[in-house]
């Protein structure tokens, strides 16, 4: 439990009749109905058509108000910031503008951790260029992650607007695969024989055997900072979301247990979502199975799973869009890592679904030092492991400037033997007074090995978390500097270049 930043029965007078304040379960209908207008622009996975003015979006809103039943895995129905217009006429929402924050369990190497996220942001119309989003993240919602211990925020949203909020691009999920015609593309049962495995769907009595099976290991090995399928996920998305999903627009996921044909055993789990067709979540397998031996198996029956789903569709559907519901050829999505098995059993099957580098996401870091001794157990490990194994020294970064989005300008990190011993904020002072610092170390015969970068304000994040190399910065932002060649040594073997696994639209 945590003191919040603002208590959740606070409001806070702005003016002009607008309040901002938490929200409650009474506000689910207008908070949905603001999220609706908003994101009527917003299609997946079909374009509007030009020239077409899009109804409020259906299944935004019904994922608001999945997110404000009380029920969902990610908050609270206490959890938005809303700003209310005390003053608005009669018949008009009085919700003007909102974000939500989530809160995901998450890993960094050997380290858990906990993250937040704000979602499902809007402003009404009318009330746009006031600066509302703004006061709602500074004042309630950042303050709130920070307060609970989260250590950062990311923002999977519009392209660019999040920069002026001290948000700079640095978490990328891996792209997906894709296999056009799938049920041509997978090599058919051989005839006599019978599926080696088989697919139930998941109930409440699987959340023991699917929390058990979610570790990161086993989940995406391949990756060093992402989301876990945690305790909260699974109850949400196996149990509780039936309870409170829109039948039209239901967000539901299909978990289906996977189990040994011989000997009857659970011997792991396949997700699958449906924003974007038929999608591959995830597919975990326990030790005990032959990845060659099941994959296509379990691939088949998935593809059956979803041809019987489209079929039932197409009673909900006009007899004109019926019949544009094509059961027999589709596509298979597939959130499968490039160096996962199955990818390499897949071959050219598998092409990547966009030639985009992944899904990128916006990512805030506040406070330098607090993360890296939030980290400082897996910055160890890496450096224990790499040619500067027991170094000494200081590591002093430098931002240049204090910019939104991080409350210092430069980072220094003290070694000693291989392990950090402080993190804190720096400053660099100018020649004269690092020669003065230099003097009084020499003066005291004690000077210590000096390791030295500068960066862009912001950009240290993308090397922090691995989503780009100190090489990659050096390319691609003409400010970043370093001082000599084991200072590169070191930054290399701290925050190597990795990939990340964010599965993080199921509510």
């Not at 996975?45 to 809103?61: A, T």
């Not at 499902?120 to 509302?132: P, V």
């Not at 990547?352 to 160890?380: A, N, V």
């Amino acid at each position: 439990m945590h003191s919040p930043a603002t208590p959740r029965h606070a409001t806070i007078d702005i003016g002009d009749g607008l309040i901002m304040r938490w929200s409650t379960h009474a506000d689910a209908t207008n908070v949905s109905e603001l999220i609706g207008d908003a994101f009527r622009w917003h299609s997946f996975p079909n374009p509007i058509p030009s020239g077409v003015i899009p109804e409020p979006n259906e299944m935004f809103k019904a994922a608001t108000k999945r997110l404000l039943s009380g029920k969902n895995a990610t908050m609270s129905d206490r959890d938005y910031a809303l700003v209310e217009d005390t003053n608005r006429e009669a018949g008009k929402n009085p919700i003007v503008a909102c974000v939500s924050i989530h809160r995901l369990r998450a890993y960094y190497g050997c380290v858990d951790l906990l993250i937040g996220k704000p979602e499902l942001i809007a402003t009404d119309l009318e009330y746009r260029n006031k600066g509302l989003v703004r006061k709602l993240l500074f004042e309630m919602i950042h303050p709130e992650s920070e307060a609970r211990g989260d250590a950062l925020q990311f923002i999977p949203g519009i392209p660019h607007f999040y920069r002026q909020f001290g948000y700079e691009y640095a978490l990328t999920n891996f792209t997906a695969g894709k296999v056009e015609n799938v049920q041509q593309a997978l090599p058919a049962l051989a005839k006599g024989k019978t599926e080696l495995f088989s697919l139930r769907k998941a109930t409440p009595d699987d959340i023991p055997y699917l929390h058990s099976m979610s570790g990161k290991e086993r989940v995406s090995p391949y990756t060093s900072i992402g989301l876990y399928y945690s305790l909260e996920y699974w109850q949400y998305t196996v149990r509780d979301i039936f309870e409170i999903a829109d039948p039209k627009h239901s967000g539901t996921r299909d978990t289906r247990i996977v189990v040994d044909v011989a000997t009857g055993k659970d011997v792991g789990y396949t997700i699958v979502s449906h924003h974007f067709g038929l999608k591959l979540e995830a597919l975990v397998l326990d030790e005990s199975v032959v990845v060659l031996d099941a994959l296509f198996s379990i691939l088949r029956q998935l593809v059956v799973i979803e041809k019987d789903r489209l079929e039932a569709s197409k009673s909900g559907l006009s007899e004109e869009d019926a019949a544009k519901t094509n059961t027999s050829s589709f596509y298979m999505l597939l959130q499968i890592h490039p160096k996962h098995p199955a990818s390499t059993l897949l071959g050219p099957k598998m092409v990547p679904w966009s030639t985009t580098p992944g899904f990128r996401m916006c990512t805030r870091i506040h406070d330098y030092p607090k993360f890296i001794q939030t980290i400082r157990k897996e910055l160890e490990r890496r450096l224990a492991e790499s040619p500067m194994a027991g170094a000494t020294g200081r590591l002093r970064l430098d931002f240049y400037r204090i910019v939104t989005g991080n409350k210092a300008k430069g980072l220094e990190i003290i070694f000693e033997k291989g392990k950090i011993v402080e993190a804190r904020d720096w400053a660099n002072r100018g020649y004269e007074k690092a020669a003065e610092e230099f003097l009084a170390w020499k003066a005291e015969d004690k000077i210590p090995v000096i390791y030295a970068a500068a960066f862009e304000p912001l950009t240290f994040n993308m090397l922090l978390t691995g989503e780009r190399s100190l090489e990659d910065l050096i390319w691609s932002h003409g400010d970043t500097a370093v001082k000599d060649d084991a200072s590169i040594l070191l930054l290399n073997c701290l925050f190597p270049k990795t990939s990340h696994h964010f599965d993080t639209f199921y509510w």
